[in-house]
DNA sequence: TCCGCAATTATGTCTGCACATATTTTCGAG
DNA sequence: CTCGAAAATATGTGCAGACATAATTGCGGA
């Protein structure tokens, strides 16, 4: 019926999209196999293929092998956050970088109990301090451990100019990382550093990097008042 | 040389994938051409496209056309965070869910100031109050602006069994979202209704939605003590 | 009736080939 | 020497066909 001949995977997705929106096909539904979309859409069936994963990926669609592709009940809501360098982050604001090391110790204890960091020689971390400016005010309070047994180079690293955050970015790699995100009252050394009254709502980011199931790093971020995580999702 | 013969493209993924951790290929170094991999792999052009897709995908890459392909120098961080509905969230955690409707108005006044939420006709918003509870203790505050203009049902839905949360993912499709985190002291109200104490460290999820460029609904989640938003990455 | 094996079938992926597109590079005109 | 058009080229995408894989279905035997 249709001579659509839309020809491209984006043009098939913008109109499996479009049906989605308009209810033509609604949640729970299942649409038409990729084959016969392919006839009707005058095209190959990897292009349906390309078209409809892209929109799995995204939530939109649901699909089995054997059962087939139907619309997603509840459109997995799905934001990704870009995870920029601070100091990125700050020069993308407009505004002036600053850094500035805390403190650095050799041989600390565990940090602070987190889940998802169980650590093998918990005594012999590299524990680092460090402060982020955004024009001369107090930014993120990094407070990051490093374990030596992954990263032999954390301990003689100078992390007087360059922060740990930027150093472990560009010369360790990771294979995966968890993140946890909590909104804490600043403890009295906090909020000394990030220049706030104690008790302080905190936006607080929690990371735990491994590489091949060996930990690297964990990290917590403090931030500042009134810091905002953003991100916006196009579905 | 080679004769990985990999064929799958999970299979090419893995193996650059490796390569660059194992620094054989360094941050900012151009990889080979597709051509020259698919013959080194033994498999088609198209199977290591669609690995190197997706690793750039992913942030590991940076493609250019013409210019080729080249490990990125700053893996940017890159997060996804699921956004379940509430409910879901709640089932998925193993405990019980509870939901009560607080309040609802029809003409409410425009939400507090929010930054990219600028309504044509701000004064006939349907605002909706709700608790969602986890185990018979408050999880999330959900405090709801509609505009009916975009979404007509909204005035005479029944928000007393089903939450807006879950109403409106089920019946009213967006095309844009952004999605704000912060960390909030609780006022007063808040306090109460969640049953903490005032100016406790709230984390705070805001979420606009348009439709077409029309805004649909303005969202303000205000979590409970100790919510954690967690995130996996694997890269 | 119930269980498990086998046929079925929709999606997942690979191949080889072709052409499109975006850059870079080259090279000639002024 | 400079500028702009034309050639070169790596990635992006499309196509048709084939086989792989995972569910589901249905059949047959106990």
Known sequence: MSKLETKTWQGVRAEVQRRIRSRAWK?????????DLAREFGCARATVNRA???LAEAGLLERKRRSGTRVALHPTGRAVL???LIRKEVEAAG??????????ALDAAPPHVVAGMERSDAAHLVHVVALHRADER???LEDRWIDPASVPDAATADFSTKSPNEWLLENVPFTRSELAIRALPADPDTAGSLDVAEGTAIL???RATWLEGRPVTFVRLLHGADH????????
Request: aromatic letters at 8%.
């Open 27 to 35: 949640p729970g539904d299942a649409i038409p196999f990729e084959a």
């Open 52 to 54: 409809l994963r892209d």
């Open 82 to 84: 870009d995870i920029p």
């Open 95 to 104: 505004q002036a970088y600053g850094y500035e090391l805390l403190s650095k």
């Open 138 to 140: 107090p930014h993120v």
């Open 204 to 206: 607080t980011l929690d």
């Open 228 to 235: 905002v995580i953003r991100s916006s999702v196009t579905a």
